[in-house]
């Protein structure tokens, strides 16, 4: 599948599940912490409306989602692998 990068906090409950849910699935995500990235801290904001909610999910095409379910993701990185012809 293609990869995602993953906005994320060390204390959100959200995340991990999500993580785990991926990591168990095998799909691959880059993962940044919003609290120690600055610069990503701004990314997230921008995506929900000045908010820094996490896990904020940035697919290959670049569309985003804010805390989206494991369903949710896997169906828009088939998506994306579809339309990449990977």
Same mark, same amino acid.
């Given at each position: 599948? *293609? %990869?995602?990068?993953? #906005? ?12 785990? %849910? ?6 691959? #995500? ?6 120690? +990235?600055?610069? *990503?801290?701004? +990314? ?8 820094? =909610?996490?896990? =904020? ?13 494991? *369903?949710?993701?896997?169906? *828009? ?10």
């Amino acid at each position: 599948m *293609a %990869q995602m990068t993953m #906005y994320t906090t060390s204390w959100c409950g959200f995340c991990r599940r999500l993580k785990s %849910q991926l990591d168990r699935e095998g799909i691959g #995500y880059d993962e940044v912490d919003i609290e120690r +990235t600055p610069d *990503a801290a701004e +990314t997230v904001m921008r995506v929900n409306g000045g908010n820094r =909610t996490v896990p =904020t999910v940035v697919y290959p095409d670049g569309s985003a989602a804010t805390n989206p379910s494991f *369903a949710e993701v896997k169906s *828009a990185l088939a998506k994306a692998e579809a339309a990449s012809g990977i």
